[in-house]
């Protein structure tokens, strides 16, 4: 019995003077300026024995100087304005501090940090937004805008890079305005000026230019369909220009999603009525004089004619539409293209009301894309 004793008396001496030797050694490492390695010995000494007070203690004392370490570094950063290594030094100080709370330790951040990079960011903004002005009055926009922007992520309420960036953005769009303005090029003139007024209605003059452009920009365009008497009764089943008419309907909503204030459709009403009288010709001819009259009689500027080609909405699933723009008063043809879906474009659902629609957008694109010409260029 008085043996047993004795072991166990010498065992937790042996213990004791252990987690002594470990808590003098983290000390040491501490007064040394080894933070890193007392905080590991600390940390080793409180893991094997938790009610160990000391090891506690020390672990949150060196926790806490080495964020203050790592704070100090990445001001003094700050400070020299090397805001790239400051934001590395500082986020490797966040990541301690959220490790270390993790781990049960509270630590608290020192303000001074952020201050300091505070400073060297409005510092840097303002370097980025003179070099932005410097760009600018050299007409380099595009690099004045990224540089004012570069300066806005440093400092978001930076008023003369925000200024700056919008000069940039306006100006070259204002400058295009005018060049299309004096090339007589009205569409495109309106679509600068439009866009420079979307943005700041009292920039220069680019509204009262937009209110000049737009009269001379806008045209009147009729939809004349030109019935392909070869396509009847055996490629469409008899049903005799149902298409057309049914192609007309998706031409004139796709270019009414357009949303282009410059194109002016002419009523329609009386399509249908026309493409009748073509069915009932007993020439069966239907040209460009055909649409350009009927373009007249319905008081356009211009006449856009699509004409099927070939369509099939059971076998092959595909349609072809020739599609001339014409104008009504010199008869010139002034766009002709061939459109054509085939049936990788489709999806699952109606063939025909996706062949029509689909070959009908394409129809509105490349009248959003055209320009006409000037009365003294026809």
């Known amino acids: 019995m008085r043996q047993t004793l ?15 030797k470990q808590l ?11 933070l890193q390695e007392a905080f590991f010995g600390y940390r080793a000494l409180y893991e094997d024995r938790p009610k160990t007070v000391e090891a506690h203690v020390g672990m949150g004392r060196t926790a806490q100087s080495l964020l203050n370490a790592k704070l100090m570094d990445a001001t003094a950063r700050f400070v020299a304005g090397d805001l790239v290594v400051g934001d590395r030094l500082r986020d490797e100080a966040l990541a301690w501090k959220r490790r270390m709370s993790m781990e049960g330790l509270e630590l608290k951040w020192d303000v001074q940090a952020d201050l300091a990079r505070n400073e060297a960011r409005a510092l840097a903004a303002r370097a980025l937004s003179e070099r932005a002005g410097t760009a600018f009055r050299s007409d380099r926009f595009a690099e004045a805008e990224a540089l004012a922007a570069e300066a806005l992520t440093l400092q978001a309420d930076h008023k003369e890079a925000e200024y ?20 007589g090029l009205w569409r495109e003139a309106h679509k600068a000026f439009t866009w420079v007024t979307n943005q700041d209605i009292g920039y220069k003059d680019a509204w009262t230019r937009l209110a000049a452009v737009r009269e001379k920009a806008t045209y009147t365009l009729a939809i004349v ?40 459709l002419v009523d329609r009403t009386n399509t249908d009525q026309l493409l009748a009288e073509q069915q009932r010709s007993m020439e069966g001819v239907y040209d460009e004089r055909y649409a350009v009259s009927a373009g007249r009689l319905m008081g356009a500027a211009h006449v856009l004619s699509p004409r099927i080609l070939r369509f099939d909405d059971v076998l092959s699933r595909m349609i072809e539409v020739q599609v001339q723009l014409l104008d009504a008063e010199t008869g010139r043809i002034e766009l002709a293209r061939i459109v054509s879906v085939g049936k990788g474009e489709l999806e699952p659902g109606n063939t025909r009301a996706q062949l029509l629609a689909l070959a009908a957008n394409k129809v509105a ?10 009365p003294g260029e026809r």
């Open 24 to 34: 003098e050694r983290a000390q040491v490492y501490e007064n040394s300026g080894m």
């Open 164 to 183: 700056l960036r919008r000069l940039a953005q306006l100006e070259p769009r204002y400058r295009e305005g005018l060049r299309a303005e004096e090339l």
């Open 6 to 20: 004795f072991l166990f008396v010498a065992l937790l001496s042996i213990g004791c003077g252990s987690a002594r």
């Open 365 to 374: 694109a490349l009248v959003a894309a055209f320009e006409p010409r000037n």
């Open 225 to 264: 369909p030109l019935h392909n008497s070869e396509l009847y009764p055996n490629k469409l089943g008899g049903i005799g220009g149902q298409v057309e008419v049914q192609l007309v309907a998706k031409i004139e909503q796709a270019i009414l999603d357009l949303q282009e204030p410059t194109i002016a």
